[in-house]
């Protein structure tokens, strides 16, 4: 019960500070300016990795809302982030089709800022496949993360460990349509990515490949 309190503690405090850093700066730079959208955006961050999903998402809105009207419907670095964060809570929610929608206008603005084969792309590629994944559409995250692979081996090279997530996303899908061999040979080369890019087989991230 005490470590309780002292992480809920913890939290509130880390929370308080990102509100006292947003009050000052909106103090200095007025209630529309992109620092301000990003200090709510870090909000939005911190109640996320909380699992506070409902302020993370009022947090991530109002930061949206203030990107906009301090710099445009389609500034990349800002409204990409934000949108693409939505898009991540709402499917953590289970609102899969608002999720979809959110991670397309994401994408939409970072293919129109970077081209295709840059590692955001992909990212926002991928977490699409991960909805169409737990919408049931199998065929249609297959085709995003194969999409998002070909991005990420472009870009990062094939020992990465966000290839290896991929790769296990593709084995996923292989494991619900019952290809159990492709499945293991997708799960067996995620693997060994992840042991070379981690550099021990105890990681959790390699034993995240396992229990998949």
């Given at each position: 019960?005490?470590?309780?309190?002292?992480?809920?503690?913890?939290?509130?405090?880390?929370?308080?500070?990102?509100?006292?850093?947003?009050?000052?700066?909106?103090?200095?730079?007025?209630?529309?300016?992109?620092?301000?959208?990003?200090?709510?955006?870090?909000?939005?961050?911190?109640?996320?990795?909380?699992?506070?999903?409902?302020?993370?998402?009022?947090?991530?809105?109002?930061?949206?809302?203030?990107?906009?009207?301090?710099?445009?419907?389609?500034?990349?670095?800002?409204?990409?982030?934000?949108?693409?964060?939505?898009?991540?809570?709402?499917?953590?929610?289970?609102?899969?089709?608002?999720?979809?929608?959110?991670?397309?206008?994401?994408?939409?603005?970072?293919?129109?800022?970077?081209?295709?084969?840059?590692?955001?792309?992909?990212?926002?590629?991928?977490?699409?496949?991960?909805?169409?994944?737990?919408?049931?559409?199998?065929?249609?995250?297959?085709?995003?993360?194969?999409?998002?692979?070909?991005?990420?081996?472009?870009?990062?090279?094939?020992?990465?460990?966000?290839?290896?997530?991929?790769?296990?996303?593709?084995?996923?899908?292989?494991?619900?349509?019952?290809?159990?061999?492709?499945?293991?040979?997708?799960?067996?080369d995620a693997m060994e990515i992840k042991i070379d890019a981690l550099g021990t087989s105890?990681?959790?991230?390699?034993?995240?490949?396992?229990?998949?």
């Amino acid at each position: 019960e005490v470590l309780f309190f002292e992480m809920k503690t913890t939290i509130r405090e880390e929370i308080d500070h990102l509100i006292e850093n947003l009050d000052l700066k909106r103090l200095k730079f007025g209630e529309v300016h992109p620092k301000v959208a990003l200090d709510l955006n870090n909000i939005g961050n911190v109640h996320f990795s909380r699992g506070n999903l409902e302020s993370s998402v009022d947090a991530y809105k109002e930061a949206l809302h203030v990107y906009r009207r301090a710099m445009g419907k389609n500034h990349c670095t800002g409204i990409a982030v934000t949108l693409n964060n939505l898009g991540n809570v709402y499917w953590k929610m289970g609102k899969f089709d608002t999720a979809s929608k959110r991670l397309k206008k994401a994408l939409k603005i970072r293919i129109n800022h970077f081209g295709i084969y840059h590692p955001d792309v992909a990212d926002t590629i991928h977490n699409i496949g991960i909805v169409d994944f737990l919408m049931h559409d199998f065929d249609m995250a297959m085709q995003e993360f194969h999409r998002a692979l070909s991005i990420r081996l472009e870009v990062l090279g094939e020992d990465h460990v966000d290839v290896a997530r991929t790769i296990q996303m593709i084995g996923n899908v292989h494991l619900v349509k019952g290809d159990i061999d492709a499945a293991m040979g997708k799960y067996k080369d995620a693997m060994e990515i992840k042991i070379d890019a981690l550099g021990t087989s105890y990681h959790q991230s390699v034993a995240d490949t396992f229990i998949a």
